[in-house]
């Protein structure tokens, strides 16, 4: 059972920036791909960011520009930086792995870390 555990997220002003990391409990670069995903209450869980095995990256037209996903394959570690937040970002956050075997796809998901933006 892989274990994918969030960090970083928290209360932050309008405009500012958050760090949020993902350690996985094994070889993130064994994933196809890696994400953060947010869920906003009353809303559906929906894409922010993914990179692939390869290193490409994907991004939601709501946050190009403003966050950036990266990795550290050494420390097993996917992070999300979030740059000039916006009222609109708050969410809890989840961290995804996915395993594509076959034509079958196996996702494993982190427990989540709040996002709150002030406005």
């Known amino acids: 059972q892989v274990q994918l555990v969030e960090s970083g997220g928290g209360l932050v002003q309008a405009g500012g920036s958050l760090r949020l990391s993902c350690a996985a409990s094994?070889?993130?670069?064994?994933?196809?791909?890696m994400g953060w995903f947010r869920q906003a209450p009353g809303k559906q869980r929906e894409l922010v960011a993914a990179?692939?095995?390869?290193?490409?990256?994907t991004y939601a037209d709501s946050v190009k520009g403003r966050f950036t996903i990266s990795r550290d394959i050494a420390k097993n570690t996917v992070y999300l930086q979030m740059n000039s937040l916006k009222p609109d970002d708050a969410a809890v956050y989840y961290c995804?792995?996915?395993?594509?075997?076959?034509?079958?796809?196996?996702?494993?998901w982190g427990q989540g870390t709040q996002v709150t933006v002030s406005s």
């Open positions: 995804n792995g996915r395993d594509l075997v076959g034509d079958t796809t196996y996702d494993s």
């Open positions: 990179i692939t095995r390869g290193g490409t990256t």
């Open positions: 094994k070889r993130i670069f064994s994933f196809n791909a």
